[in-house]
């Protein structure tokens, strides 16, 4: 059954200091792996889609790498409107096209 | 360009009881999909619509249903509530329904709680 582990559950930060937040995937046949930010009361907003291992994406102060087990979000020098919930999501091969979501990582920026 | 919209954004229902939820997805997109989150779930995929047609469920009792309407807005029902029905339900809307061709974009969910 296809799985999506986030690490840790909750990151506290000082403002600039940069960190990482790990998505630990197992899936039959990854077709995509998705990045979003979710602020209290509000829906998920997309950030990433990524494809295939060894690929990069940047935004901003955010990057996303793949590899073949997991991914991770690199946050550099972090602002307090960084602070929000990361959720990680896999597509997996085969005809449906529901995600499976991670628990999500809680970060919070200090400033 | 409008979001998706989902109403209402809270609703409280009684045990025993059913509810309707309704999304209206971003204009030109012809596909919805419905999660429910909860804090001990996480995001959990409902169904998928697209075209009118549903073409992808989850792992949720009979009681959870959904429909697509030819303008592509779409509700979501769940008859019988039961207390652990309470949660965020989110609907999302894409251009195809394809999460890797075209992101999925969320809209800020309705909050049902069931007492």
């Known amino acids: 059954e296809d799985q999506v582990t986030q690490s840790p559950e909750a990151l506290r930060l000082q403002e600039g200091e940069s960190s990482s937040l790990n998505c630990s995937y197992t899936v039959s046949g990854l077709r995509g792996l998705f990045w979003y930010r979710q602020d209290p009361g509000k829906g998920p907003e997309f950030l990433f889609t990524?494809?295939?291992a060894g690929e990069e994406k940047e935004k901003e102060r955010l990057k996303a790498t793949l590899t073949k087990k997991e991914s991770f979000l690199h946050i550099t020098a972090p602002k307090p409107e960084d602070s929000a919930t990361y959720l990680c999501?896999?597509?997996?091969?085969?005809?449906?096209?529901?995600?499976?979501f991670g628990a999500g990582t809680r970060l919070t920026v200090k400033p | 360009k409008a979001g998706v919209t989902q109403t209402p954004r809270y609703l409280i229902k009684t045990r025993g009881q059913q509810v309707t939820l309704s999304c209206s997805p971003i204009s030109g997109h012809r596909s919805v999909s419905w999660y429910q989150q909860t804090p001990g779930q996480g995001l959990q995929f409902l169904f998928e619509y697209f075209s009118e047609t549903q073409r992808n469920k989850g792992n949720f009792p009979g009681r959870f249903s959904g429909r697509q309407f030819s303008n592509s807005r779409s509700e979501m029902n769940v008859s019988t509530l039961e207390l652990g029905d309470s949660a965020l339900y989110l609907c999302a809307s894409s251009l195809d329904g394809r999460p890797d061709n075209s992101p999925l974009h969320f809209g800020n969910g309705t909050r049902l709680t069931v007492t």
């Open positions: 999501a896999v597509q997996a091969l085969g005809n449906n096209n529901d995600m499976r």
């Open positions: 990524l494809y295939s």
